[in-house]
T-cell receptor
Framework: AQKITQTQPGMFVQEKEAVTLDCTYD???????LFWYKQPSSGEMIFLIY????DEQNATEGRYSLNFQKARKSANLVISASQLGDSAMYFC?????????????WGAGTKLIIKP | GAVVSQHPSRVICKSGTSVKIECRSL??????MFWYRQFPKQSLMLMAT?????????EQGVEKDKFLINHASLTLSTLTVTSAHPEDSSFYIC????????????FGPGTRLTVT
């Protein structure tokens, strides 16, 4: 079964510290994509980072990096030097099969709160 | 780039009336758009996939006659909630696929629907 698991419902982190948000996935597909989105209290979903299953290097986008461990089926999001504005819900998502109609399977989300 | 707008951002309507929500890709063409519903503190629930020029594909359990989707152009998809009931009150969010790249979904800001 295709599934995304985020085991941390909530996290508190001190400002300027690094944060790791966990995400594990389950798929039998060889080709798939992994995404992280941020949803602040305003409700908008903001695309953060993407990792393809065949990408050999971990994806990075500014302060965001994706720790991709294919054998363990994990795709953790790392936020370096956290800021107050990073407080939000974070969702991990997977698109199974690169030739699919681009639907995503969503995790339950992690609520991240950055403390000043 | 990759901006998606959604209108209205908030709407209050009476039971039995219909309400239309628009989703527009402002700076790119979107052959595929998605409509989601999100309950408080939960992840996104896919309602339907909207493809330009063809009928929408609804997820299991979503009433196609109640949630009418029209994808009339490459930049506009609309969701009409017909004969609204209080249980239809929710946060509705659309996304659009930009061709090329990872086909990541770009989201609109969402619409908060309240049915009284």
């Amino acid at each position: 079964a295709q599934k995304i698991t985020q085991t941390q419902p909530g996290m508190f982190v001190q400002e300027k510290e690094a944060v790791t948000l966990d995400c594990t996935y389950d798929t039998s597909d060889q080709s798939y994509g992994l995404f992280w989105y941020k949803q602040p209290s305003s409700g908008e979903m903001i695309f953060l980072i993407y990792q393809g299953s065949y990408d050999e290097q971990n994806a990075t986008e500014g302060r965001y990096s994706l720790n991709f461990q294919k054998a363990r089926k994990s795709a953790n999001l790392v936020i370096s030097a956290s800021q107050l504005g990073d407080s939000a819900m974070y969702f991990c998502a997977m698109r199974p099969r690169m030739d699919s109609n681009y639907q995503l399977i969503w995790g339950a989300g992690t609520k991240l709160i950055i403390k000043p | 780039g990759a901006v998606v707008s959604q209108h209205p951002s908030r709407v209050i309507c009476k039971s039995g009336t219909s309400v239309k929500i628009e989703c527009r890709s402002l700076d790119f063409q979107a052959t595929t758009m998605f409509w989601y519903r999100q309950f408080p503190k939960q992840s996104l629930m896919l309602m339907a996939t909207s493809n330009e020029g063809s009928k929408a594909t609804y997820e299991q359990g979503v009433e196609k006659d109640k949630f009418l989707i029209n994808h009339a152009s490459l930049t506009l998809s609309t969701l009409t909630v017909t004969s609204a009931h209080p249980e239809d009150s929710s946060f509705y969010i659309c996304s659009a696929i930009r061709s090329g790249g990872a086909h990541e979904q770009y989201f609109g800001p969402g619409t908060r629907l309240t049915v009284t």
